[in-house]
């Protein structure tokens, strides 16, 4: 399977704990985008990477949320000290680069986070 | 000001029949794409179709056509002969070129449920 893949897909903590979450892009891909989904609601951009570097971060992201994407391939997503209302879908998602308007974003199945 | 609206919360359809979702994009720049991207109950997100906004032709992909009006801002999604399989949330989205060559993440709307019964 050549497409993004997410792991895990279903996270259940309580809050105060940290979680992180990975994502895999497809291999030729240089963007890597992380988005958030709650219910009911469409996606939300928290940050996305151009190769190593983090390029844009949204307000979204507090400081209790830090991304990374060391080496260019692989991103993970570490939330710390959970609240409850960091529930919600974390989508990742990757593209081509270049700064036409369609590069279509291919997205994983995502990790769904509960916070108890 | 939202950038992407999709006013219609939920649309049901019988099987064959064809349907339109609505959609509306604030933009200032020039130069912008538009997607309509499908999410099942399972949750991943599956690309539709594409508009460029310099496009002049509107898209299309199978069953699925892009009405495309760029002077009133607006993306409608057509299906045409709606099968069971097409019932999910659909959701419209925009993006921008960006103020640096590494553009913009997408902006999606709420998204419109679509239910299509036999």
Known sequence: ?116 | AQKITQTQPGMFVQEKEAVTLDCTYDTSDPSYGLFWYKQPSSGEMIFLIYQGSYDQQNATEGRYSLNFQKARKSANLVISASQLGDSAMYFCAMREPGPTSAGTALIFGKGTTLSVSS
């Open chain 1, 1 to 116: 399977d050549t497409g993004v893949s997410q792991d895990p897909r279903h996270k259940i903590t309580k809050r105060g704990q940290n979680v992180t979450f990975r994502c895999d892009p497809i291999s030729e891909h240089n963007r890597l985008y992380w988005y958030r989904q709650t219910l009911g609601q469409g996606p939300e951009f928290l940050t996305y990477f151009q190769n190593e570097a983090q390029l844009e971060k949204s307000r979204l992201l507090s400081d209790r949320f830090s991304a990374e994407r060391p080496k260019g391939s692989f991103s993970t997503l570490e939330i710390q000290r959970t609240e409850q209302g960091d529930s919600a879908m974390y989508l990742c998602a990757s593209s081509l680069g270049g700064r036409l308007a369609y590069n279509e974003q291919f997205f994983g199945p995502g990790t769904r986070l509960t916070v108890l």
